[in-house]
DNA sequence: GTAGGGTTAG
């Protein structure tokens, strides 16, 4: 509207000059122009102006429409106005009127309606970095190339932070080597580009260029360098960037210690990164992050949230970033009730549930055992991405809701949201863990489509999608037929459903391809081990326990641990040095009488088949699932629900007493192995004994 | 004009 206006202002005016007052008048009184904000008015009363006018419209503030001082230059009948003054933000990526490729603002200086100066071309090529507009970047690129001040460059490195930050590191580059002139801020955008893009070499081989040249860096060159060094393959170059840090006197500067925190908490150097920590003069909500994330991303949850409350004592609030770790943490120490509160303090504190920290939260309640929660959140999220469905998806897919994920995932494609490869992980996972062959074998074809390229673990996947089902034969056919050469997971998968299908032939054969491809893992050498001690063969349970002995491999203890109010109590097989060890063990034996008489046939196959007195003994152990059972049903009242955490899978006869038990003493169980949950209720479970 | 911290799977 106003430049409409401006423009029947200049093409009625015989001046000169580019606006006439006199011009403006009119366009004012013919309601072209609309006017809002009280001092605009006070100017046009005083030209006893003020009631033709339509009173709308323009923004008051400066950086939005006319600014006020332009306004009042205007009126003082200056000679021109100020470019950017006169065309609004709004319009700055407007479409042309005439052709559908240019840009109305281009136009209009073609046209010589407005003058532009640099300052013009800064803000719309800022716009452009906003809104991720490569297209029109580059057409202002382009049109200011041909424009006087060609050779600026304060604007020629905007343009160069346009191209990396809309994503074309090869138009930044480009023009990067075809400045003649480029000064330090032009080598801090394109390291920046790079590390932002995730091309950390490239980023780190630019500074040794730099200073060569004689360019001394600033923070925000370090702040680059360091976030590129965190992703760099050794330390190396983290601790050269750090000593140049200190010699150009930038160690206290907020911003570079903050990047150094993280850099050192990235290559697990804690201590490195606690002494840069300690020894800040001022720091800011970021310091404390990078800190905070390093022990969540660890597992260390209760240091995280040590950290996060020490935050706020020392005046600092937390941010997305802070929260995002926070339930990061609760998630993988299982501290739903901590978890909880933190969750309705970010509410109270006005934290809103985008998907950002959401998705953590959502994760939060899932890993927790609640799929409800997790649904409940997924539900309310304000905003979603790609993150908030798989992380839905993976809930549901590890709560044994295959079903309701395959609906999800449906759900949002309908919706157009672009499935990525970790989607379509979590939906095979739920079809495999469901026993959706077809539909499984339908998603994996459908990646293609999504231009999703299937990666190691989608095959992995795929194999244990047939081998659960049975399909050995189809699994091994498709392990032949693979693109790539199988890996250890691979065979892994595969005898992992030869032993759930008892087919000995095909799990020594898998199992051996296993172990010869990677010897780290105890799992596959304890059991293909099993099966050869199932038919017979000694001397290869032998060889393979031996082979375990000496790389040092043991099976890991088996334990699990129940939460009772804020306590954890954890139970190892055949524990007796729990206190209440003499009536968990009562228990115990009560129920095991009750499920008996209910149906339970206690499965032996499931015992280890080993060959010295030692392991003999161990046959006769305790589960600790069933000890952690036992000392939840004597310390939870009737009725409510027990949650168990593994770190092993549970055991097939463990499965099915549980089953009975949720039965008999009518209580919800859920148990968390490593893999997934199982809702024991009313005598059956969640997976549907397929897992 | 240029800077640092987060989430899903395995």
Redesign the pocket.
């Known amino acids: 509207m106003f430049i409409r206006a401006l423009h029947h202002v200049r093409s009625a005016s015989s001046s000169s000059r580019l606006f006439s007052f006199e011009a403006l008048v009119q366009a004012i009184k013919h309601g072209e122009l609309e006017i809002s904000s009280g001092i605009y008015q006070e100017h046009l009363h005083r030209r006893g102006l003020s009631s033709p006018c339509t009173i709308a419209s323009i923004s008051t503030s400066s950086n939005k429409g006319l600014s006020t001082s332009a306004f009042e230059a205007f009126f003082e009948d200056n000679e021109e106005g100020d470019a950017s003054c006169i065309i609004q933000e709004k319009d700055y990526l407007r479409k042309s009127h005439n052709s559908k490729e240019g840009l109305y603002v281009l136009d209009l200086i073609d046209q010589g309606s407005i003058v532009p100066d640099h300052t013009l071309y800064?803000k719309l090529l800022?716009k452009c970095?906003d809104l991720g507009k490569l297209r029109e970047g580059r057409m202002i690129h382009e049109h200011f190339l041909k424009s006087k001040f060609k050779s600026d460059?304060?604007t020629l490195?905007?343009i160069i932070?346009m191209y990396t930050?809309c994503g074309s590191l090869n138009d930044a580059k480009k023009m990067f080597d075809e400045m003649p002139c480029k000064?330090?801020?032009?080598w801090?955008?394109l390291i920046?580009g790079y590390?932002?893009n995730e091309r950390p070499e490239e980023a780190l081989a630019l500074f040794p260029q730099m200073i060569e040249l004689g360019l001394k860096p600033?923070?925000?060159?370090f702040?680059?360098l360091?976030?590129a060094s965190?992703s760099a393959t050794t330390d190396t170059p983290g601790r050269q960037v750090h000593a140049f840090v200190v010699n150009c006197g930038y160690s206290s500067?907020?911003?570079?210690a903050?990047?150094l925190v993280?850099m050192y908490a990235r290559f697990d150097r804690i201590k490195e990164a606690q002494i840069v920590f300690d020894g800040m003069v001022s720091k800011?909500?970021?310091?404390w992050?990078?800190l905070i994330?390093f022990h969540?991303?660890k597992g260390e949850g209760k240091d995280a949230l040590k950290l996060f409350w020490r935050m706020q004592r020392e005046g600092f609030k937390p941010?997305?970033?802070?929260y995002?770790?926070v339930f990061?943490a609760c998630?993988s120490t299982e501290s739903l009730e901590q978890g909880k509160w933190i969750h309705a303090h970010m509410l109270k504190s006005g934290g809103k549930l985008i998907?950002?920290?959401g998705?953590?939260i959502l994760?939060m309640y899932a890993k927790a055992g609640s799929i409800e929660d997790a649904r409940k959140i997924f539900n309310r999220l304000e905003s979603r991405?790609?993150?908030?469905w798989?992380?839905m998806l993976?809930g549901l897919a590890?709560h044994g809701k295959a079903r309701e994920a395959v609906e999800r995932f449906e759900e949002m494609l309908k919706i157009g949201v672009p499935p990525?490869?970790?989607?379509f992980?979590?939906v095979l996972?739920a079809c495999s863990h469901g026993g959706l062959v077809n539909e499984g074998l339908y998603y994996f074809e459908l990646m293609k489509k999504y231009n999703v390229e299937p990666h190691v673990?989608h095959y992995?996947?795929k194999v244990d999608l047939l081998g659960r089902a049975g399909l050995l034969n189809k699994a091994l056919d498709f392990i032949k037929d693979m693109p790539i050469e199988p890996t250890s997971?691979i065979w892994g998968a595969l005898l992992g459903a030869c032993r759930m299908h008892k087919n000995t032939e095909l799990g020594i054969f898998a199992g051996e391809r296993c172990i010869e491809l990677d010897h780290t893992d105890s799992g596959p050498h304890i059991i293909l081990s099993n099966i050869y001690a199932s038919i017979g063969r000694l001397s290869d349970v032998a060889r393979v326990r031996k082979r375990m002995r000496e790389i040092g491999l043991d099976k890991e203890p088996g334990n699990s641990w129940v939460k009772i109010g804020n306590a954890d109590h954890v139970f190892v097989a055949n524990d007796d040095a729990h206190p209440l060890n003499e009536e968990i063990r009562k228990m115990w034996v009560k129920v095991s009488e009750k499920i008996k008489q209910a149906g339970y046939v206690p499965d032996t196959s499931h015992v280890l088949a080993f060959t010295d007195q030692q392991e003999r003994e161990a046959r006769l152990q305790v589960h600790s699932e069933k000890l952690a059972l036992a000392f939840a049903l004597l310390n939870t009242p009737p009725g409510t629900r027990i949650l168990i955490l593994k770190n092993i899978r549970v055991c097939g006869d463990c499965h099915s007493a549980i089953k009975f038990v949720s039965k008999v003493m009518e209580r919800d169980i859920i148990v968390r192995d490593t893999k997934r949950y199982h809702h024991f209720s009313g005598g059956s479970c969640s997976c549907k004994d397929y897992w």
Not at 183 to 186: G, I, L, N, W
Not at 253 to 256: A, F, G, S, W
């Open positions: 800064n800022k970095t460059v304060f490195n905007t932070n930050k000064d330090m801020v032009t801090t955008a920046s590390s932002q600033n923070q925000f060159t702040g680059s360091l976030k965190g500067d907020v911003y570079v903050s990047s993280d800011n909500e970021v310091s992050n990078a994330a969540a991303r941010t997305h970033f802070t995002a770790s990061k998630a998907a950002f920290v998705n953590t994760d991405d790609v993150v908030s798989n992380s993976t590890q990525n490869y970790i989607t992980l979590c996972t673990d992995v996947t997971a």
